[in-house]
């Protein structure tokens, strides 16, 4: 069963020379002042020299256990142990000194046509390219839960996946699992009342104001995002998403938003496409994402709307303060559980915006301002975000969809180079 939280991300120093060129002590002075530069937390190894081709054996046991290996080569030569080492198909970064790649570039002459092979430039580049490493992995040992698979709702998304499910797990390594309506609704109806009301009680004392909901409507969502906490911890899940519509289950939004500041990806009408854009930016911004549907502002080709209902209160970061929120219901529709919440967006603030193609071989990014929202707009979502970019008409005309995943800050150099990773390509406006 893949659970990410319980590995560590290694690297493996390795040296190639010739004897007596370069000591141990001066390897391990390498390794130290390697300690001292890394920003991405990491565990190094023990180092290993290799002088000759027979010392390739000291890598055998050692490379299982290493996530990326850190080729140090000061100096020409041992070609043929370079080519070999490339074949253990982990990942690798040339590293000599910073802003001497003399080495490093002569490495590259043997092993230029391997992917996964870079160099590093200097200590920054190198953290960049282990931090994409690291954030890889963990969206390759990701396992994601669909509740409620069994309704009609949840068929039509897979359809838009060129190679449904299966595609999902051959391009990103994640894991999709079911659970079936009969279990989600009997775990709903038998939850313990005591805990039920306690969440209820709280996010009733934390909202700023409470417009249309009733204590009952805020019951029934804590019931549903008790269950679907219990559900991910069972099952080792780290993101989710779920099929609804069908009584007696209430609309999931404020339970996403919960979850979504938790850090726990939870994706909105069973949208399994949005789901995998929201842990891959969970992972790689280390902050929640709003996921909307895109419309445009009448004859202003600057001006674009995301819209939806489920709108995290921590979009500075998972470490940051809640910022308020008033209760409201669902679409201005009156049913038990129709609760959503209202959050006021940072004005002035950078985005980025993407979109996942659904032959997962394409992603569209761009950058924009927020500039305002919209408030009670009658039978439309409670959370409307006018955002500013530098082209309205053409994000449309080369985006592959409605839903996009909005996030603060500027991600786009970091995206298009875990996209690399993973053989995505980006599309940028």
Request: aromatic fraction near 8%.
């Amino acid at each position: 069963m893949k659970k990410f939280h319980t590995k560590t991300f290694n690297i493996l120093p390795v040296l190639v020379c010739r004897k007596g060129i370069m000591s141990m002590e001066e390897f391990r002075g390498r390794i130290k002042e390697l300690q001292e530069n890394l920003s991405v937390e990491v565990q190094i190894l023990e180092g290993v020299i290799i002088n000759k081709e027979s010392d390739l054996t000291l890598l055998e046991g050692a490379t299982k256990e290493a996530d990326v290996l850190l080729l140090y080569k000061p100096y020409l030569g041992l070609g043929k142990c370079v080519i070999k080492i490339a074949e253990y198909n982990t990942p690798i970064i040339l590293f000599k000194e910073a802003y001497k790649i003399n080495g490093a570039m002569d490495a590259l002459e043997y092993m230029w046509d391997k992917k996964d092979v870079w160099v590093a430039i200097d200590y920054p580049d190198m953290n960049l390219r282990l931090e994409l490493l690291k954030v890889k992995k963990r969206i390759e040992n990701t396992k994601i839960l669909v509740l409620n698979a069994d309704y009609p709702h949840w068929e039509k998304w897979p359809l838009r996946i060129s190679g449904g499910v299966e595609a999902i797990k051959d391009r990103f390594g994640i894991e999709i699992e079911y659970v079936k309506s009969d279990e989600v609704v009997k775990r709903w109806k038998d939850m313990k009342e005591e805990k039920v009301k306690s969440i209820a009680e709280e996010w009733i004392k934390h909202a700023e104001k409470i417009i249309e909901p009733k204590e009952e409507d805020v019951i029934a969502v804590a019931r549903l995002y008790l269950l679907i906490k219990d559900l991910l911890k069972e099952k080792q899940a780290q993101a989710m998403t779920m099929a609804y519509g069908n009584d007696p289950l209430p609309v999931p939004c404020f339970a996403y938003t919960n979850l979504r500041d938790e850090a726990i990806p939870a994706g909105c009408e069973a949208d399994i496409l949005s789901l995998l854009l929201m842990v891959i930016l969970h992972y790689l911004a280390d902050r929640p994402a709003f996921m909307g549907g895109i419309e445009a502002e009448s004859e202003d080709d600057t001006t674009l709307i995301i819209g939806h209902c489920v709108s995290p209160r921590k979009m500075a970061g998972y470490e940051t303060t809640s910022v308020p929120y008033i209760l409201r219901d669902y679409h201005g529709e009156k049913f038990m559980g129709s609760l959503t919440a209202y959050v006021e967006m940072k004005i002035g603030q950078k985005v980025t915006i993407c979109r996942l193609s659904g032959d997962l071989k394409t992603m569209f990014c761009t950058t924009g301002i927020i500039t305002g929202q919209k408030k009670d707009v009658p039978g439309d979502c409670r959370e409307i975000v006018k955002i500013r970019v530098d082209n309205a008409r053409e994000f449309i005309h080369k985006t592959s969809g409605c839903h996009h995943l909005m996030v603060y800050g500027d991600y786009r150099k970091k995206i298009k180079e875990l996209n690399k990773l993973f053989g995505v390509f980006t599309i940028e406006v």
